[in-house]
């Protein structure tokens, strides 16, 4: 199995920068979007739509480094960024990081951290839903909601991941692997 070793640790790092101030820029556009949903009643959709975006960390993290353990710390790392930067949601980002992150990690754990193609981000992109999906019926009240708006929620949250951390997060590591800057490894 794979060790850590100091291009990782940098990789990881510099990653999970990058991604927390992503996750810091998209707080406001939450908001935005909530509110251009209340008159709808669909505030909550907003979270799901923009959920992928906040956990695409942990697939970005375990797809292009490769070990275990790599999603849960890229993600837990770029929610700290988050929180430092001023979040809206300050320490429970992290409690969320944690959750999300471990959530992601548990697809690639599935098929025992040996194949990273795209069965293993595909399940990384459904654990990381269900799980997710799990923690806000606790977390953000989702248990509240009737039947149909839990199944749209819910969609449209497996949308938003696939769209975030399965297809951009196939496109970057393929794009890292062609410029060289990250090495090619057979899947």
Known sequence: MK?????????LTLLSIFLG?????????YNVL???L?????APAANDLLLGLWVMAGPLAGFM???PGSATLGEFLGAVVEMFLGGQWGAATMISGIVQGVAS???????????YNWLSLSLSVLTTTVLTFVWDLFRSGYGAY???????????RLLSIFVF???LTKLIVSLLERSHMIQARQA
């Open 65 to 67: 480094i490769r070990i």
């Open 38 to 42: 209340t008159p709808f009643g669909l």
């Open 105 to 115: 990690e548990a697809g690639f754990a599935l098929v025992g951290y040996k194949k």
């Open 146 to 156: 009737k039947p149909g708006m839990l199944v749209m929620l819910f969609f449209l």
């Open 165 to 167: 951390g399965g297809i």
């Open 34 to 36: 909530a509110a251009a």
């Open 21 to 29: 101030v992503i996750f810091w820029v998209t707080g406001p556009i």
């Open 3 to 11: 060790q850590w070793h100091l291009r990782e640790i940098i990789m």
